[in-house]
Protein backbone atom coordinates (compact mmCIF):
# COMPACT_ATOMS: atom_id res chain seq x y z
CA UNK A 1 0.00 0.00 0.00
CA UNK A 2 2.68 2.09 0.90
CA UNK A 3 4.79 1.85 -2.35
CA UNK A 4 1.30 2.37 -4.27
CA UNK A 5 0.45 5.33 -2.73
CA UNK A 6 4.73 6.90 -3.54
CA UNK A 7 3.80 5.50 -7.11
CA UNK A 8 0.29 7.36 -7.21
CA UNK A 9 1.27 10.30 -5.49
CA UNK A 10 5.31 11.27 -6.09
CA UNK A 11 6.04 9.68 -9.39
CA UNK A 12 3.26 9.31 -11.38
CA UNK A 13 1.95 13.19 -10.74
CA UNK A 14 5.78 13.86 -12.45
CA UNK A 15 5.43 11.28 -15.19
CA UNK A 16 8.52 9.24 -14.16
CA UNK A 17 7.71 4.72 -14.57
CA UNK A 18 9.33 3.61 -11.56
CA UNK A 19 9.12 -0.66 -11.07
CA UNK A 20 7.30 -1.79 -7.67
CA UNK A 21 9.51 -2.37 -4.55
CA UNK A 22 8.22 -4.89 -2.32
CA UNK A 23 9.90 -4.33 1.56
CA UNK A 24 10.10 -1.36 3.14
CA UNK A 25 13.99 -1.13 3.25
CA UNK A 26 14.26 -1.38 -0.83
CA UNK A 27 11.55 1.41 -0.83
CA UNK A 28 13.98 3.63 1.29
CA UNK A 29 17.00 3.02 0.15
CA UNK A 30 15.90 3.81 -3.49
CA UNK A 31 14.57 7.23 -2.17
CA UNK A 32 18.08 7.47 -0.41
CA UNK A 33 19.72 6.92 -3.87
CA UNK A 34 17.51 8.83 -6.48
CA UNK A 35 19.45 10.48 -8.96
CA UNK A 36 19.03 14.13 -10.10
CA UNK A 37 17.83 12.17 -13.50
CA UNK A 38 15.23 10.66 -11.55
CA UNK A 39 13.99 13.85 -9.38
CA UNK A 40 13.31 15.34 -12.16
CA UNK A 41 10.29 16.14 -14.54
CA UNK A 42 9.57 13.44 -17.09
CA UNK A 43 10.46 15.55 -20.64
CA UNK A 44 7.36 13.82 -22.58
CA UNK A 45 5.12 14.68 -20.06
CA UNK A 46 1.94 16.15 -21.43
CA UNK A 47 0.63 19.74 -19.77
CA UNK A 48 -2.32 21.74 -20.48
CA UNK A 49 -1.87 25.31 -22.12
CA UNK A 50 -2.22 28.20 -19.92
CA UNK A 51 -5.92 29.16 -20.60
CA UNK A 52 -6.90 25.61 -20.23
CA UNK A 53 -4.87 25.46 -16.93
CA UNK A 54 -6.53 28.90 -15.67
CA UNK A 55 -9.97 27.13 -16.52
CA UNK A 56 -9.19 23.91 -14.88
CA UNK A 57 -8.10 26.28 -11.32
CA UNK A 58 -11.31 28.41 -12.02
CA UNK A 59 -13.68 25.22 -12.25
CA UNK A 60 -11.91 23.93 -8.23
CA UNK A 61 -12.36 27.20 -7.38
CA UNK A 62 -16.34 27.12 -8.16
CA UNK A 63 -16.49 23.31 -6.58
CA UNK A 64 -14.92 24.84 -2.80
CA UNK A 65 -17.10 27.58 -3.49
CA UNK A 66 -20.01 24.89 -3.74
CA UNK A 67 -18.85 22.97 -0.88
CA UNK A 68 -18.21 25.85 1.37
CA UNK A 69 -21.46 26.51 2.24
CA UNK A 70 -21.54 24.09 4.58
CA UNK A 71 -17.86 24.62 5.35
CA UNK A 72 -18.10 22.10 9.05
CA UNK A 73 -19.25 18.93 7.41
CA UNK A 74 -17.38 19.40 3.73
CA UNK A 75 -13.96 20.69 5.49
CA UNK A 76 -12.15 17.54 4.80
CA UNK A 77 -13.07 17.60 0.78
CA UNK A 78 -12.56 21.02 0.81
CA UNK A 79 -8.91 19.93 2.08
CA UNK A 80 -8.65 17.85 -0.56
CA UNK A 81 -9.72 20.10 -3.33
CA UNK A 82 -7.01 22.77 -2.41
CA UNK A 83 -4.67 20.11 -1.67
CA UNK A 84 -4.97 19.04 -5.03
CA UNK A 85 -4.71 22.40 -6.81
CA UNK A 86 -1.66 23.11 -4.98
CA UNK A 87 -0.39 19.88 -6.16
CA UNK A 88 -1.95 20.40 -10.08
CA UNK A 89 -0.19 23.82 -10.08
CA UNK A 90 3.21 23.08 -8.08
CA UNK A 91 4.02 20.26 -11.38
CA UNK A 92 2.07 22.87 -14.12
CA UNK A 93 4.94 25.66 -12.58
CA UNK A 94 7.77 23.27 -12.55
CA UNK A 95 7.20 21.85 -15.98
CA UNK A 96 6.95 25.15 -17.17
CA UNK A 97 9.78 26.04 -15.62
CA UNK A 98 12.31 23.45 -15.78
CA UNK A 99 11.31 23.39 -20.14
CA UNK A 100 12.21 27.20 -20.17
Known sequence: MFNSWI?????GPLGY?????????SILNSFMGIGKKYSLIHP???ITNNRDFQ?????TFETIEDVSSNFFNNKGQ???IILDMLKKFHIYWNVHRQRG
Do not use: F, T
Open 7 to 11: YHNIY
Open 17 to 25: KVDYNYSYA
Open 44 to 46: EMQ
Open 55 to 59: NMMLK
Open 78 to 80: ISN
